[in-house]
C-alpha cells in the first residue's frame, strides 16, 4: 500500500495538472454568461482531471478509508482540497486517524475484502475470465441443440458457466449437456463450470378441462389473399384413422390405395367440401396437397377417389384437443382450485398443482398468474378453492392456460424446499455439477436443509447459489446470508423475473440495489439474472433498455443470460459490454480512467 506521503504527493500533482490545465481555457471563460462562469470553470477543471487515469489513485484513497474521488463531477477543486486536508491531519498525527495500511486487527483494510470477494467468487466460479472480473453464465437449451459446435461457440464468445435447467428434461439430457460441455472446454482448455438449478416449489396453473378436438389445415396465401403455397399434409398408415398436426393417419387396410394422383374427399367442421390430391409416396408415406383452409374434427368422414371411382371410405377417429385457456378481462371472476377437487359451480376455473399452497390463502390477498400478467384478488374462499377476482388484465383481456405461473406475493407458504424433482436433481447435481442453485429459499431453515442434503449425499466440494424470488425472502435475507455462510463456497442470484413480480416492477430496482451492498458487506458474491439482453438473444437485435440494463449487471460478480437462437451473440455482445463498463466502474464506485474526449 502506498504510503501517506506519497499519496499526497501524488495528489498535489494532479492538483497542479488541473489547474494548469484550466488556466489554459481562460480565454474560453471569458465568453461564458456572468451567471455561469463559475460552473464553466469547474467543468473545465473536470474536463482536465479527466484526462488522466485516477484509478490507481482511487484504489490508493480507497484502502486508506478516504474519499475516493468519485462523486467530485460538481465541486472538483473543493473535493481534491478535501481529501487532500484529510491528508494533512493524518500526516500531523501520524497513527492516529488512519494509518498506512497495516490496520489494527479491528476489521479487515479494504485491501483485504476485495481479496477476500475476488477468493470466494473464484472458489465458486471458476478462475476469473481473461481481461474481465464479472463471470458469464448461459442457460443451456435442450440437449438435442446442445452439440460440440454450440458449445464452442459459447466458450470463443465468452461463457464461464453453463446452467443446466433442471425443472425440463430428465438425467439422460443434463449427463448429455454437461458430459459434452466439459469434454469440449477440456479439449480447448478452457475453464468451465457447471451449474446445475433446481426446480424447485414453483406453483403452475393446470387445465381442468380440454380444449376443442378441431385441427386447423391452411395453405400459405400473399398480401393479396391468393394461395402462395398448398398445405402440405403428410398421409401415412395407422391402426385407425386420426390426426396429429399436418399428418394424417389413414387405417392399414387402405394404405395401398394411397397413391399419387388420388384425392381424399372430406366436408371440415364448418361442412366445407375440401379435397386433399396426393402428389407423391414412398414406402413409408405419401405427400397430399390442401388448397383451401380445413377444420378437421372427429367423425369427420373422407373418401378416397381417383377421377369419379371411389376406392376406399374411413372415418378419422381420433383428433387432438387444443390447449384450453380462459378468457379473463378486468372485474370478471374465477376459480382456483386444487387439483382432484370439484370446481364450484358456474364459474371458470384452473387448477394449482400444489394445493397445499391454496390452503394458506385468505380474503384480501393478491394471486398472481402468467408471470404477473394477471392479477387477482381472493373475493372469497371454498373447500379447496380460492374465488379471485381480476383486478389487473392486458387491455383486450388475457387468455389463461396450463403450465402458466403462479405467484402469492401476501401468502406466507409453507412448501419442502426440495421435492421429489428436486431430489433426483440434487443427486445428478452431486455427481456432475459444480454448483447448484436453489430455487425459492425462504428462510435460513431452507438453507440448513440444504446443506443437510448436500453433507448426506457426500457433496461437500459443490458451490450453492441462493436464488432470492420473493419479498419473504428478501426480508430475511441478512439471516439467509449468514446461514449460508456456514458453509462455502455460496453465492446468492437476484432471480429478477419472480422478485419483480412479487415485490411490484417499481420496487426491483431498489432491492436489488440492497441485495448488492448486503452481500458485497459479506464478500459473497452475486448473479445478476433474468432477461438480460433477451431480445438481443431472441432476434439477433438488442434492445436499447436491455444494453443499459446489461451495463448495470457490471456491479455483480456474474452475470446470466437465458437461451436463445443468438445466445452466442448476446454473450459477445455482454463481454465487450462489461469490458467497456469495468473500465468505469467497480461495484458501485465509479472509476476515473482518461477519457479520450477534452476541450479544444
Not at 161 to 174: K, Q
Not at 222 to 250: M, W, Y
Not at 388 to 394: D, G, I
Not at 476 to 497: D, K, Q, S, Y
Request: glycine letters at 6%.
Amino acid at each position: 500500500m502506498t504510503s501517506l506521503r506519497v499519496l499526497r504527493d501524488e495528489l498535489d500533482a494532479l492538483e497542479r495538472a488541473v489547474v494548469a490545465a484550466g488556466a489554459a481555457h481562460d480565454p474560453l471563460l471569458t465568453q461564458v454568461d456572468p451567471q455561469y462562469r463559475d460552473s464553466a470553470r469547474n467543468f473545465v477543471d473536470y474536463v482536465g482531471l479527466r484526462q488522466h487515469d485516477l484509478r490507481p489513485l482511487q484504489r490508493e484513497l480507497w484502502a486508506h478509508g478516504l474519499s475516493s474521488l468519485g462523486r467530485l463531477e460538481g465541486h472538483v477543486r473543493d473535493a481534491i482540497g478535501q481529501v487532500r486536508a484529510r491528508l494533512d491531519d493524518a500526516l500531523a498525527h501520524e497513527g492516529a486517524a488512519v494509518s498506512d495500511g497495516d490496520g489494527d486487527g479491528d476489521g479487515l483494510t479494504w485491501v483485504e475484502a476485495q481479496a477476500r470477494l475476488h477468493a470466494n467468487t473464484q472458489a465458486l466460479l471458476g478462475p476469473q475470465p481473461p481481461d474481465r472480473h464479472v463471470y458469464v453464465m448461459v442457460t443451456a437449451p435442450s440437449a438435442a441443440e446442445v452439440d460440440a459446435a454450440w458449445v464452442e461457440r459459447l466458450l470463443a464468445a465468452g461463457m464461464n458457466v453453463l446452467r443446466i435447467n433442471a425443472a425440463h428434461e430428465d438425467e439422460a439430457a443434463w449427463r448429455h449437456i454437461a458430459t459434452l460441455a466439459r469434454a469440449v472446454a477440456a479439449a480447448l482448455r478452457v475453464p468451465l463450470r457447471i451449474a446445475v438449478d433446481l426446480p424447485g416449489p414453483k406453483l403452475r396453473t393446470v387445465m381442468l378441462t380440454e380444449g376443442v378436438r378441431v385441427v386447423r389445415w391452411k395453405p400459405a396465401r400473399d398480401e393479396l389473399g391468393r394461395i402462395a403455397a398448398p398445405c402440405e399434409i403428410t398421409v401415412r398408415p395407422g391402426p385407425i384413422a386420426s390426426v396429429a398436426g399436418r399428418t394424417l393417419f389413414v387405417p392399414s387396410a387402405w394404405w395401398a390405395r394411397i397413391q399419387p394422383g388420388v384425392t381424399l374427399e372430406f366436408r371440415d367442421a364448418r361442412g366445407k367440401r375440401r379435397a386433399l390430391r396426393v402428389t407423391r409416396r414412398d414406402g413409408v408415406e405419401a405427400i397430399a396437397e390442401l388448397r383451401e383452409t380445413a377444420y378437421v374434427v372427429p367423425q369427420t368422414r373422407v373418401t378416397v377417389r381417383r377421377r369419379r371411382e371411389r376406392l376406399a371410405r374411413f372415418t378419422i377417429v381420433r383428433v387432438p384437443p387444443r390447449p384450453a385457456r380462459l378468457a379473463l378481462a378486468l372485474d370478471d371472476e374465477l376459480a382456483l382450485v386444487a387439483v382432484g377437487t370439484p370446481p364450484p359451480p358456474g364459474l371458470p376455473a384452473i387448477g394449482c398443482e400444489v394445493p397445499a399452497a391454496l390452503a394458506r390463502l385468505e380474503v384480501g390477498q393478491r394471486v398472481l398468474f402468467d408471470d404477473g400478467h394477471l392479477e387477482t384478488l381472493v373475493v372469497g374462499l371454498g373447500p379447496g378453492f380460492a374465488r379471485l377476482r381480476v383486478t389487473h388484465a392486458p387491455i383486450g383481456g388475457l387468455r389463461l392456460g396450463g403450465e402458466k405461473s403462479i405467484n402469492l406475493p401476501d401468502t406466507e407458504l409453507d412448501l419442502p424446499l426440495l421435492a421429489e424433482d428436486d431430489e433426483r436433481a440434487l443427486a445428478f447435481a452431486a455427481q456432475h455439477a459444480d454448483l447448484v442453485d436453489a430455487s425459492f429459499v425462504r428462510d435460513p431453515d431452507d438453507v440448513r436443509a440444504l446443506y443437510a442434503r448436500l453433507a448426506a449425499l457426500g457433496a461437500d466440494r459443490l458451490g450453492v447459489v441462493l436464488k432470492i424470488e420473493t419479498t419473504g425472502a428478501f426480508a430475511c435475507l441478512p439471516a439467509i446470508i449468514l446461514a449460508a455462510l456456514e458453509r462455502a463456497p455460496v453465492g446468492v442470484m437476484i432471480a429478477r423475473g419472480d422478485l419483480a413480480i412479487e415485490s411490484g416492477y417499481q420496487r426491483l430496482a431498489e432491492l436489488q440495489e440492497e441485495i448488492l451492498w448486503l452481500c458485497e458487506a459479506a464478500h459473497v458474491p452475486v448473479i445478476w439474472a433474468t432477461q438480460v439482453l433477451d431480445q438481443l438473444a431472441r432476434t439477433g437485435r438488442p434492445s436499447r433498455a436491455e444494453v443499459t440494463d446489461a451495463a448495470m449487471a457490471v456491479r455483480a460478480e456474474c452475470v446470466m443470460l437465458n437461451k436463445g437462437p443468438y445466445v452466442a451473440e448476446a454473450v459477445a455482445a455482454l463481454d465487450d459490454i462489461l469490458r467497456r463498463m469495468e473500465q468505469h466502474q467497480y461495484k458501485k464506485r465509479s472509476l476515473y480512467r482518461r477519457l479520450h474526449l477534452a476541450l479544444p
